[in-house]
């Protein structure tokens, strides 16, 4: 078995953006697992904000995440053909897609971020879709921080290791929310957790961690035998009194209607596993119409807020994986505690 993280139980929170806030983080973290904030869409402010409240709830080690994608320019045909595949969608709730402007942001790391993070010095910071470059990535490590990212392949893993990364995450097909992929975005391509794990702690010589569809001590116990240091649960902490998963959200994981989930791009772009809803029946999960990672998130978003008013999920994006069978409306400590009374 590979060393393992620095805490009492070998648990990290995955960070949720949309779904939780320092809260969960700091239940998480106070209870002996790695709680994870998701940083991705917050501003610098926010994220100084949030910093300062996580710092001053927990004296545990926490992690801090963002995504480090390359932004795309925004191509105006892209747009026209995103909106003229939901143009019946618009009809419905008369909105005038001309008038849309926006969305939910989300920012590579960059320089501001970097700047914020110089001041708390978190123990982890991880990262999605890779890395960030050479010189923003030396700030982090300055910090003292130990670099987490994730991979999809052996491929990304070993790309990771050879640039920077201390610590990877095996992301398993069967993981709720986004894929973090930046080599090879073809989802056929890739593999569950417990294919994709063993073949990557082969690949590389620094810890792995396992990620996607493990919600129960079994499951801990497996990735652990398998070679993992620990092991990431995202899905399993949505129903947590600390998350902030909105009411239809939390309806969603209870119903039959979670036992379905499939990877979409309809909400940002990218692919990220949730829950199958009405936008996703009615466009298929996967459209070619939908622009790049994030840019699809300022039609949806709009979508969304006129549906929910109307406490319709239809276009709401319910990420879950595969595996919600972990799920407890109990406080997240509690949950934690559950969890490793048998690892």
Request: charged content about 15%; proline content about 6%.
């Amino acid at each position: 078995m590979q060393a393992p993280l620095a805490t009492l139980y070998p648990i990290i929170q995955a960070p949720m953006a949309g779904v939780q806030d320092f809260r969960l983080a700091a239940a998480i973290s106070n209870a002996g697992g790695l709680g994870s904030l998701p940083a991705a869409m917050l501003n610098t402010e926010q994220l100084e904000q949030a910093l300062l409240a996580l710092s001053e709830a927990t004296d545990n080690s926490y992690n801090v995440n963002f995504f480090s994608h390359t932004q795309p320019t925004v191509q105006p045909e892209q747009i026209t053909r995103w909106h003229e595949a939901l143009a019946p969608h618009f009809a419905k709730f008369n909105i005038d897609p001309s008038t849309l402007t926006g969305g939910a942001s989300r920012q590579p790391f960059n320089e501001a971020a970097a700047e914020v993070l110089e001041r708390f010095k978190p123990a982890y910071v991880s990262f999605h879709f890779g890395l960030p470059d050479k010189a923003l990535l030396e700030r982090v490590k300055r910090c003292g921080s130990v670099v987490i990212s994730s991979a999809t392949s052996t491929a990304e893993a070993i790309w990771l290791e050879q640039n920077g990364a201390d610590i990877i995450v095996a992301q398993g097909l069967e993981a709720g929310g986004h894929r973090g992929h930046f080599l090879d975005r073809q989802v056929e391509h890739q593999m569950g957790t417990f294919a994709l794990l063993p073949q990557v702690i082969a690949a590389v010589s620094c810890p792995v961690v396992a990620a996607g569809g493990i919600a129960d001590s079994k499951g801990i116990n497996a990735a652990l035998t398998l070679g993992a240091c620990a092991v990431q649960l995202g899905t399993t902490f949505l129903l947590c009194d600390e998350a902030t998963t909105s009411p239809l959200h939390r309806a969603a994981l209870q119903s039959e209607d979670a036992n379905h989930t499939a990877l979409t791009n309809l909400f940002s772009g990218g692919a990220a596993r949730g829950i199958v809803n009405g936008v996703m029946r009615d466009l298929g999960a996967m459209n070619e119409a939908a622009p790049p990672f994030p840019l699809a998130s300022t039609a949806i978003t709009a979508l969304r807020q006129a549906a929910e008013a109307q406490n319709s999920s239809d276009y709401s994006p319910l990420w879950c994986g595969q595996n919600r069978s972990g799920c407890q409306s109990i406080p997240a400590a509690e949950l934690l505690y559950r969890l490793c009374q048998d690892i």
